[in-house]
Structure formats: structure tokens, C-alpha cells
């Protein structure tokens, strides 16, 4: 039986409290037959066992970009992912920005982490010219990717060309890898040694 505590007095709940004890009844509903734990008339506890605050949720390593084209400049952020397979640009920045587009030479299924087929990509925009901090810059052609929630994904053929030591700490990019030396630079900066 439920008690509800406005109705007893501090000495009675006490007393009850006692003799649900010597009775080994149920602390919650009083019954005998069952503890707490197992109270038929106890609501499910809650399925999260534990909470993150929200500083300990870690955000995408990303990187500010700008890109151009005879028309326009205009600066976004591209996520840095490693698992993805493609360099791609998000179909509604390509719809803002009225950008052109072409048919890829062939279509791409994109997949999830987990194997499940998202979409298809069959169009690609550029090229067009990408920026990096004051003095990295790019010729880039971008697989159109539609309803993705970043505007830019640079994925593992970027990050392997351009070889960049990042700081996971920070989200900066420390050091280009020895072929942007070769290209990706205008004024051509010699590399330190290692």
C-alpha cells in the first residue's frame, strides 16, 4: 500500500517504515511477497544509466575554408573525416551559391559507418579554388552530396595528399605535408626539417 505522506504523521511513517521491515515487505508499496526491486507497482527506471555534460561532447574536427570562383568568395567550414572515402560539397551550398554542376564520370553510392546505402552521388561542382589559412591554396573538384549537414567534407584522398599534422587538442592544422610544398603554395615556402 502507497502512503501519501501529507495524510501520516513523521511517527507513523517511522512505524511503517518498521513494520515493513520486521515483515520483509516491500519498501515501495508495502506488499509482502517482493522487495523493491522487484515491486510490481514501481515504475521502470530511466534506460540512460548516466549523463555527459555537454563539454565533454567533442565537436568534428573541422577547418575554416574559403571558396572561390570567378563569381564568388565565400568562407565555410569542411570537416576533416578520414573515413570518408570522397571530397564532397553539400548540395544546398551548391544551390545558394548557384554553382554549376556536372555529371561525375561514373555514380557513387555513399554508405554509413555502419554499411547502410545513404545516397548516390551523381554530380560533382568545379573546379574551383580552395583556401587554407594565408597561404594554402587548391584547385579541387567537389562530389555533390545531398542533405549532408556540413558544407564541405574533406575526406581520405584530401587528407592524403596534403599529409597535414593536425592538433586534435586545437582543431589547427600544424604542418602541410612535403607535396604541398611542391604546389599548394603560391609563394613556394621552403619545409622546415623535421
Not at 519498501?27 to 507497482?41: D, E, I, N, R, T
Not at 515504475?43 to 570562383?69: M, Y
Not at 555502419?114 to 579541387?140: D, F, N, S, Y
Request: proline residues 8%; aromatic residues 6%.
Amino acid at each position: 500500500m502507497q502512503l501519501e505522506l501529507s495524510d501520516v504523521s513523521s511517527a507513523d511513517r517511522q512505524w511503517e517504515r518498521q513494520r515493513q521491515l520486521a515483515q520483509s515487505c516491500c519498501f515501495y508499496c508495502g506488499g509482502s511477497g517482493h522487495f523493491v526491486a522487484k515491486c510490481p507497482l514501481r515504475p521502470a527506471p530511466a534506460l540512460v544509466s548516466s549523463l555527459f555534460p555537454t563539454q565533454n561532447i567533442r565537436k568534428p574536427l573541422s577547418i575554416l575554408v574559403s571558396l572561390t570562383t570567378h563569381d564568388f568568395c565565400v568562407s565555410t567550414t569542411a570537416l576533416l573525416d578520414s573515413g570518408s572515402a570522397g571530397n564532397f560539397i553539400s548540395g544546398a551550398l551548391c544551390r545558394q551559391l548557384q554553382l554549376p554542376t556536372a555529371a561525375t564520370p561514373k555514380i557513387y553510392q555513399v554508405h554509413a559507418v555502419t554499411g547502410k546505402p545513404l545516397r548516390q552521388v551523381r554530380r560533382q561542382a568545379g573546379p574551383l579554388r580552395l583556401h587554407i589559412g594565408m597561404t594554402h591554396t587548391e584547385v579541387i573538384v567537389l562530389m555533390v552530396l545531398e542533405d549532408s549537414t556540413v558544407d564541405v567534407v574533406l575526406g581520405r584522398p584530401w587528407l592524403e595528399q596534403h599529409d597535414p599534422i593536425l592538433s586534435w587538442r586545437t582543431g589547427e592544422i600544424l604542418r602541410w605535408g612535403h607535396k604541398c610544398f611542391e604546389g599548394c603554395f603560391p609563394e613556394r615556402p621552403s619545409p622546415r626539417p623535421s
